[in-house]
């Protein structure tokens, strides 16, 4: 990074909350445009969520206009070592961190979310948008398909119609119908967004450790089991917490 320059991500605790850091995506000029420098910030403020164990709540959420409107385009095929590029990449692979910090992570999403950039919000636990918020998956068009999940996270959470939508046939949609179909947790006023992350995140803080944690495996597990799998895990996960009548 040259001197001076402003740091692709800002990772902060909140101010009242120490137990909840924010990852702020800062290349506004870019509309958050995801770049190296992106991915080695993001990794970093992921490496610290899952090294601390004081944190409970990762935020994630993009300064400016918008949200993130994707992969940097002007990045691509500019890696001097085509190799060397796929080895770091293996190496620091933001999106595997993502799914497997132990903590609840929530997007804070408002203006565009296209492409990489709706991945990566589809990627958290919760994702928390304004009702004006714009969501695409545009990569068809582009000569390419998704690459951060999206063909798996997208039907999982909207439905396999809505998802052939958005995804083959490039339609985008607001962050009301995002909420209205189930692929964000809540739309608000664009005005609200701060306080109503603010609020989830604080309320999903205050949960005990140890069943925060076992609520967080239960539900990342067992989106990929049978049902008997996943009632089994659950079983198992609740025998390991206190009785709390006792």
Excluded at 114 to 124: I, V
Excluded at 202 to 212: D, P
Aim: aromatic share 2%; proline share 4%; net charge positive.
């Amino acid at each position: 990074m040259s001197a001076g320059r402003a740091p692709a991500v800002i990772a902060e605790r909140d101010a009242d909350d120490a137990r909840i850091l924010t990852l702020t995506l800062n290349r506004p000029k870019v509309l958050n445009a995801y770049d190296r420098a992106m991915r080695d910030g993001l990794f970093e403020g992921l490496a610290l969520a899952a090294a601390d164990s004081s944190i409970a709540v990762v935020v994630l959420r993009g300064a400016g206009r918008a949200f993130s409107s994707g992969g940097d385009l002007h990045e691509f095929g500019t890696a001097p070592s085509p190799m060397r590029a796929r080895d770091v990449r293996q190496m620091r692979d933001v999106w595997q961190a993502l799914c497997a910090v132990p903590r609840v992570t929530i997007a804070s999403v408002h203006g565009l979310a296209a492409g990489g950039g709706l991945e990566m919000a589809l990627l958290c636990d919760l994702l928390i948008c304004t009702r004006d918020a714009r969501l695409s998956l545009p990569e068809t068009a582009l000569g390419a398909i998704p690459g951060v999940g999206g063909t798996q996270t997208l039907a999982r959470g909207a439905g396999e119609g809505r998802a052939a939508a958005l995804l083959l046939a490039g339609d985008s949609i607001d962050g009301a119908e995002a909420a209205r179909i189930g692929l964000a947790s809540s739309a608000v006023p664009a005005a609200r967004l701060e306080a109503a992350t603010r609020r989830w995140a604080r309320r999903i803080a205050r949960l005990e450790s140890g069943v925060l944690a076992a609520a967080l495996d239960a539900l990342r597990r067992g989106r990929d089991l049978r049902l008997a799998e996943g009632l089994s895990l659950e079983k198992r996960l609740a025998r390991r917490l206190p009785d709390p009548g006792s």
